[in-house]
C-alpha cells in the first residue's frame, strides 16, 4: 500500500508563529504597560489585610437598614428603566444608520459613527457632574446620564448585531418593491429582536450599578446612601446596599435568561 | 401567445468596477407568457442576468426595456413599482424565518400599501384572504401560522413562490429555485412555476445548471458562457448534443 501524498506544512504553520508571535506581543504590552504605570503588584499583597478587615466590618449586614433603603433602591431602579429606554429609543435610528450592511454611503456612516464614538468618550462621571450642576441635586440628572450612556453603549452593540444578520430576506424584500423602512421593519427586525432585548436588559444591569456610582455625585437613588454609609465607616449598612443591589442585579438577569429562551 | 415581446435586452453590457465582464453583448427577446430557462455555468453571469431585469443590478450600457418601457431611468417609486410587477424567487428561499408563513405571503404585498401601514401591518381582509388562496396555489394552508424556520426547504419555497403570488406578477425571476432542495421537492416547484405559467399566463424565467429540467419544462432555452449568450433555441429544436456544447469550458 501506497501512503497518500501530504502537502508539506509551511515552515511557519509548523512552528506556529501567528500564534507564538501574539502570546509573546500581548505579554510583552502587559509588562512593559504595567512598568510605564508604575503598577504595584507585590504592594497588593501586602496590603492585603486591610482589605480583609474591610470585609469582616462589611461582614455584619446591619439588617435594621433595610427598609429605609427600599424606597432609594426603587427610584434607583426606576432611573435605570426610563434612562435605559430613552438612550435605546434614540440609539435604535443610529445603529441602523452605522450598520454598513445597510448604509452604503461611507460618509453618513463614518459621521454617525464619529458621533456615536464622542457620546461613548465622555465619561459617565463627568455627564453626572454636569448635569447635576445644570438640572440640580436629584434624580433627573441621573436620568438623564444614564440615557446618555446607555445611548452611545446601544447602539454600538445594536449596529454590531445589526452587521451579523442573513442579508438574503432583505434581498427579497427589496425584489418585492418594499420601501427602505419597510424592509428593515420585515426582514432586519426579527432577526435581531431576541439580541437586541438582551442587549437592553443587560445595560440595564448595568445602569443599575452604575447609578450607585452617580450617586456620589448626587444624582439619585441608592447612590447618595451608599456614600453616606461609606463616609460614616457604618460598613454594616454597606453591606446592606450591596447586597440589595446584588438582589436586583440578580433579577435582571433571570428575565434576561427567560426573555432570551421565550423570544428565540 | 402575444407576439410583443414582455421582455427586451438591447446590447446589454455589465463590466464590474474591477474590470470583470458580467455581461457582454446581451441582445434577445422574451415573449410575454414564455417559460424561458437559463442555462450555464457557476460563473457564466445567470445570476447577474436575472437581476438586471428588476434592477437588483445595474448595467453597464444598453437598454432593458419591460412592456416597451426603458427601466434603467427608474428611481425610487417607480422602481418599487417595476418589482412590484416582477416576482422573484431564490435558492435560499429567502423567507424571513422567525416569522410565520403568513406574515412572509403577506409580506409580498406590501407594496401595495404605504410604509405606516405595512409597518402597523395593516392589511386588508381581502389581502389576507389573498395571502390563503396564494397558499392554497402551492398546497400549503394548514401551514398559516407555522413559523418558516419550522418547514422543509421544499416548503419553504412553495411559501416563497406564495409571496411572490402575492405582488400580482407579470413576470416571475427563479434564481436556481430548486439548487438546495432534493428531486422529488425539485419536481412539485418546477411543476408549481410551469402552472403558474400555464395558468396565469405568468412569465417565468429560470435559471438552472440541470439539463434534464431544462428540457423537461422549457418553451425555449438560452445557454451563457462568461456572460455572453451562446446559444438560444426553441425547445423544439434543442438537441442534447447542443446542450452538451454549452457546458463545455473553454
Known sequence: ?264 | MDQQPIISFKNVNKIYSNGTVGLKDINFDIPRGEFLVVVGLSGAGKSTLLRTINRMHEISSGEITIEDEPISSYKGQSLRLLRRKIGMIFQDFNLIKRSTVQRNVLSGRVSYYPTWKSVLSLFSTADKDRAIRALERVNLTEKLYTRADELSGGQQQRVAIARTLMQDPKVILADEPVASLDPLTTQTVMDILKRLNQEDGITVIVNLHSVALARQYADRIVGLRAGAVVYDKEIADVTEADLTKIYQTA
Not at chain 1, 12 to 27: D, E, I, N, P, Y
Not at chain 1, 194 to 211: H, K, M, P
Open chain 1, 1 to 264: 500500500m501506497t501512503t497518500p501524498e501530504i502537502p508539506q506544512r509551511s515552515w511557519s504553520q509548523r512552528w506556529h508563529v501567528k500564534a507564538v508571535g501574539w502570546t509573546v506581543l500581548l505579554v510583552a504590552l502587559l509588562v512593559g504597560s504595567s512598568r510605564m504605570t508604575g503598577v504595584d503588584v507585590g504592594m497588593f499583597f501586602s496590603n492585603f489585610d486591610q482589605f480583609t478587615n474591610l470585609l469582616v466590618r462589611m461582614s455584619q449586614p446591619a439588617w435594621s437598614y433595610v427598609p429605609i433603603i427600599i424606597q432609594p433602591l426603587y427610584e434607583t431602579i426606576q432611573m435605570a428603566i426610563l434612562g435605559t429606554t430613552i438612550g435605546t429609543v434614540f440609539a435604535v435610528p443610529f445603529a441602523v444608520l452605522a450598520a454598513s450592511n445597510l448604509v452604503h454611503n461611507q460618509w453618513l456612516r463614518g459621521f454617525i459613527r464619529l458621533i456615536l464614538d464622542l457620546v461613548r468618550t465622555l465619561p459617565d462621571l463627568l455627564l453626572a457632574a454636569i448635569f447635576v450642576a445644570i438640572f440640580g441635586i436629584g434624580s433627573t440628572a441621573g436620568v438623564i446620564t444614564l440615557a446618555i450612556f446607555s445611548f452611545g453603549m446601544i447602539s454600538k452593540l445594536f449596529y454590531e448585531v445589526i452587521e451579523t444578520i442573513d442579508m438574503g430576506p432583505l434581498e427579497a424584500m427589496e425584489s418585492v418593491g418594499a420601501s427602505k423602512v419597510t424592509i428593515i421593519w420585515y426582514a432586519v427586525l426579527p432577526q435581531i429582536m431576541n439580541q437586541f432585548v438582551s442587549y437592553f436588559l443587560y445595560t440595564l444591569e448595568i445602569n443599575v450599578r452604575a447609578s450607585t456610582v452617580l450617586g456620589y455625585l448626587g444624582a439619585g437613588g441608592i447612590g447618595v446612601f451608599l456614600q453616606r454609609s461609606l463616609s460614616e465607616f457604618d460598613y454594616g449598612k454597606t453591606a446592606v446596599i450591596i447586597l440589595a443591589t446584588l438582589v436586583v442585579v440578580m433579577v435582571i438577569d433571570g428575565v434576561s435568561n427567560h426573555l432570551r429562551r421565550v423570544l428565540l
